[in-house]
């Protein structure tokens, strides 16, 4: 279970980077104002943290699972 968790959570955190990397080059392009840009990373956190808790919160459930 800890495996599988640790893959999700690494995935989810590449996943971030992409989209952060993204937003980064709009920005660079005139695409999307600056101050979008750190508004969108803040959400862009706000979901990555989300998605942590969840994970851990699966995990935490499967486990007991397991142990019963």
Do not use: H, T, Y
Request: charged share 50%.
């Amino acid at each position: 279970v800890s495996a599988k968790l640790e893959e999700a959570r690494i995935s989810m955190r590449q996943e971030r980077d992409k989209v952060w990397k993204d937003i980064q080059e709009g920005e660079r392009n005139g695409e999307i104002p600056e101050d979008f840009k750190f508004r969108f990373k803040d959400e862009l956190q706000k979901i990555a943290d989300k998605i942590s808790a969840d994970l851990e919160e699966m995990s935490k459930r499967k486990e007991q699972e397991i142990m019963s």
